[in-house]
């Protein structure tokens, strides 16, 4: 099995619905655009990957929205030397069609109340919900490395709550980890690094918005 030495995920960068949520109520969730700050932002990102990947070759998977794909076009990684798969797992999690604003803040607020990985928005999914497709994924993910000529990188260009549960479900983390971790910042990365022992650990941890609260031993 060829694993990778490398498995980069990166958030998009700032989009139109991060500075003004009432847009959710006039477009689509997945056509939100980049800012022209969260350009920049990639672009930035884009510099960083292409000096830690070198000349060595990348697989590439991206969520369907318009703005995972903006921000990865953003980094100008070279095109002979990338394998670019559309990947709808590792959409946003769902909020629902046309999002009143008031509404979601609302449910926003029962969500911190109920959890954050059970809580299911009215018209939506759950964090469990998107736990078991970013598994799906993973699954996918292992049997590509079954290939012998597997690239030495997979980048990853996804949404920060697919990130965290993309590495709870690669780490074992239980749910009450989980619940303690807050969201990168657009255009964020967070590396896995295959080790000597054959085994990966990440480059730094997710920044945390309260201790982990178990519920038993598993904590």
């Known amino acids: 099995m060829a694993r990778p030495r490398r498995i980069v995920l990166v958030r998009h960068g700032e989009s139109t619905g991060n500075v003004d949520d009432s847009v959710y109520e006039r477009e689509p969730d997945h056509a939100l655009a980049l800012t022209a700050r969260g350009r920049q932002q990639a672009e930035e990102a884009g510099e960083r990957l292409r000096e830690l990947f070198g000349r060595e070759r990348v697989s590439v998977y ?3 929205y318009r703005r995972t ?3 990865l076009s953003a ?3 070279d095109p002979e030397r990338i ?6 797992r590792l959409r946003e999690q769902d909020w629902g069609n046309w999002q009143d604003r008031e509404d979601v803040r609302l449910q926003k607020a029962y969500r911190d109340a109920y959890g954050h990985f059970f809580y299911r928005f ?4 759950s964090g469990a919900d998107v736990y078991d497709r970013v598994g799906g994924f993973l699954e ?3 049997r590509s490395f079954e290939a012998p000529d597997h690239p030495p990188n997979v980048l990853i260009v996804t949404h920060g709550l697919a990130m965290r549960l993309f590495c709870m479900r690669w780490f074992h983390w239980t749910v009450a980890e989980f619940e303690s971790l807050s969201n990168p910042g657009n255009a964020e990365m967070r590396v896995l690094v295959l080790g000597e022992n054959g085994k990966y650990t990440l480059d730094r ?3 945390r918005w309260r201790d982990p609260e178990p519920y038993g031993i598993t904590g």
């Open 62 to 64: 991206v969520s369907p």
């Open 69 to 71: 794909h903006q921000t």
């Open 75 to 77: 980094f100008r990684l």
């Open 83 to 88: 394998r670019v798969r559309e990947e709808p």
């Open 122 to 125: 009215a018209q939506g999914e």
């Open 140 to 142: 996918s993910l292992f």
């Open 205 to 207: 941890p997710f920044g």
